[in-house]
């Protein structure tokens, strides 16, 4: 099957997620306590013909599922509202700020898979020696350890105490930096929120290969390898690693969604202006419609992540043939 | 096997054996909070932000309240969530995911559906948005705690009933007359639930780190004490007293610990054929 079908048929498959997700944001809306009208109106108290007019001017006088065809048909044309607290389309304040999340969130992805996989190698070449056990440590403590209380601190040691990095934001407000310098300023603002948010999925993927490389170091495969006479590092690099590989490829893809919850978290300890900071400044601020504006462009981009894994996992495995 | 000869088998491994001393530690200072407390967690005194010293083991908060009766305290909302909420995505995913492996077909492929989308959603943004819309409470966050976990277990136990309902016995019991009830619960369902144990014991460390991720952000309970929220309250304050952040994330961190040891004690148990070659 060519490339492109199977990324539409994917894409399609979505697709009735993303609907319960617009559906379930609109059962909310309803579930919620309070009047809109009245929230919009204040305490003032509005002669009930201005009430009604409201009600019709905003469609909320029109039976429920008609109102949930419109709030989709809204959503689908790529209005997600209005942030009451922003004073702009909710698309805009998110789309501000995802830029600032990517930047934390992709060099973490990338970091924790890379090195996981290769501890996780390292582990289980020689299972119970002093390296494996060290590494099992360190994924035990990266699995066990809040990332946000982790981060708090990562904080207090290495920005407060010894002063060797900065402790908030994503660059240095005010000054005015150039080229490369600025480039270190931001380096230097991701060193400690990457670290928090990178330990718990660096943990995650470590574990993982390591279990799956002693499962497929039985494998007849392999032993075939060796008695052929190739060397025990062509062994581990052609013949174990790309097949141990694909679990945790599936795992690092589930990850993505965990990912988003420690950025939450991470964003908020350091004040990092990304999405999850926003999250926590919407429930502050009790902005709703970011809320939930959030989280599905959220959820639709852990289905792009996962159809980008799947597209590795299609180039990894060649027996992966994605038919029906 | 006997109990005795689990136990026996269970403190083979003396990680795990510790950790379930230290989870019961952790359970009996949560219920006996009150007495166990050397000062009232509320109660404000005059030695506003000390460090550790005798007296104070863990320091105290900018209003003077002690951190180590503030950190037992604060035992009791985790421990509860954990709990109960794994209680609820047990009793959840085990329904759904012994009807879907038992019956198979279309009502499989639905479930399996709805699954995989549950599985897929930030599972943490979903909570955050329906205690911030509908209201705190802890029985609010146990709910959507619980509705949340629920994935998992489902897809273990169906691949057990996969498994098991060609097998002789289930044939037999459906050949004289059994129904579908007793078949699912009676016959198979015990089989199942050796991986479902384990999947739980995950699933309580997780919702611990959930609630202290919700209490972090204010959508604890705001009428009890909980980790998260002391290191929310720590978090302005980190430059001057470090402690009020350190001892609660210690906590979360060691119980979260223990919980993942005796899981894989439980785990070397039940299912003795992935035991360590």
Redesign the interface.
């Known amino acids: 099957m060519p490339i492109l079908t199977f990324v539409l048929r994917r894409l399609f498959h ?1 697709l ?2 993303l609907v ?2 617009i559906v379930f ?1 609109f059962i ?2 309803h ?3 309070g009047d809109p009208i009245q929230a919009l109106v204040g305490e003032f108290p509005a002669p009930e013909a201005y009430l009604a007019e409201m009600r019709k001017a905003f469609g909320l006088d029109q039976p429920l599922y008609i109102q949930l065809l419109l709030y989709i048909k809204n959503i689908l044309s790529g209005d997600l509202g209005f942030s009451f607290y922003y004073r702009q389309p909710v698309l805009n304040v998110i789309l501000d700020r995802l830029p600032a999340t990517l930047q934390l969130m992709l060099p973490a992805l990338v970091f924790s898979a890379a090195v996981g996989i290769f501890l996780g190698i390292l582990s289980a070449r020689k299972p119970y020696s002093l390296a494996d056990n060290g590494i099992s440590a360190l994924s ?1 403590f990266g ?4 990332a ?3 981060g ?2 990562l ?2 040691t290495f920005a ?1 105490d010894l002063g060797w990095l900065p402790s908030q934001g994503i660059k240095t407000v005010g000054a005015d930096l150039t080229g490369a310098a600025a480039l270190l300023d931001r380096a230097a603002h991701l060193v400690l929120p990457f670290t928090a948010l990178a330990i718990r999925h660096l943990a995650v993927n470590a574990r993982m290969m390591r279990s799956s490389m ?1 499962e497929v170091a ?1 494998e007849d495969f392999v032993t075939v390898a060796r008695a052929k006479g190739l060397h025990e590092k062509d062994v581990i690099a052609h013949h174990m690693v790309p097949n141990a590989l694909m679990p945790v490829v599936t795992i690092i893809g ?1 990850d993505v ?2 990912l ?2 420690g950025s ?2 991470v964003e ?2 350091f004040g990092w202006p990304g999405i999850g900071r926003l ?2 400044e ?3 601020k ?1 902005d ?1 419609p970011v ?2 504006g ?2 599905l462009m ?2 639709a981009l ?2 792009v992540v ?1 159809l980008i894994v799947d597209l590795v996992y299609l180039w990894l495995d060649p027996r992966v043939k994605y038919q029906k | 096997m006997s109990w005795r000869q689990l136990w026996q088998q269970f403190r083979r491994n003396r990680a795990a054996e510790w950790s379930l001393y230290l989870i019961i530690g952790f359970i009996l200072a949560a219920a006996l909070a009150y007495p166990l407390s050397p000062y009232d967690p509320f109660a404000l005194g005059n030695d506003t932000l000390t460090p550790p010293r005798v007296g104070h083991w863990m320091g105290t908060d900018d209003l003077g309240r002690d951190t180590l009766s503030r950190v037992i305290h604060g035992s009791r909302v985790p421990l509860l969530v954990g709990f109960l909420a794994t209680a609820a995505s047990m009793a959840l995913g085990i329904l759904i995911g012994a009807l879907s492996g038992y019956f198979g077909g279309r009502t499989d492929v639905i479930l399996m559906r709805v699954t995989e ?1 549950v ?8 909570a ?3 205690i ?4 705190t409470g802890i029985g609010k966050i146990i709910l959507v705690i619980g509705i949340l976990g629920w994935p998992e277990v489902a897809r273990v136990v169906r691949a057990q009933f996969l498994t098991f309902r060609e097998r002789e016995f289930v044939i037999a019991a459906r050949a004289i007359g059994a129904s579908h009830r007793k078949v699912i619960f009676r016959e198979i369902l015990p089989n199942a639930i050796p991986p479902a144990v384990v999947v739980a014991s995950i699933l309580v ?1 997780r919702a611990i ?1 959930l609630e ?2 919700l209490s ?4 604890g309970d705001p009428n009890l004490i909980s980790w998260g929220s002391l ?1 929310s309250e ?2 302005e304050r ?2 001057v007293s ?1 402690w009020l ?2 001892f ?2 210690l906590a ?2 060691l119980l ?2 223990c919980i ?2 005796f899981g894989d004690g439980i785990n070397d148990v039940l299912n003795p054929k992935l035991r360590k ?1």
């Open positions: 979505a009735p997620l319960c997700v944001n909310l809306i579930l919620a306590p035990l699995y066990c350890v809040p946000f209380w982790f708090q601190m904080m207090a407060i002693l039985y589930v969604g965990f988003f919850t939450v978290l908020t300890v999250m926590y919407s429930i502050v009790r709703y809320l939930m959030n989280f959220t959820t852990v289905v996962n | 989308y599985l897929v959603v930030p599972r943490f943004f979903l955050l948005l329906v911030a819309m509908l209201g460390a780190l202290a991720g972090f952000l204010g959508l290191l720590a978090q980190l430059g470090v952040a350190l609660p994330g979360i961190s979260v610990l993942n040891l070659k």
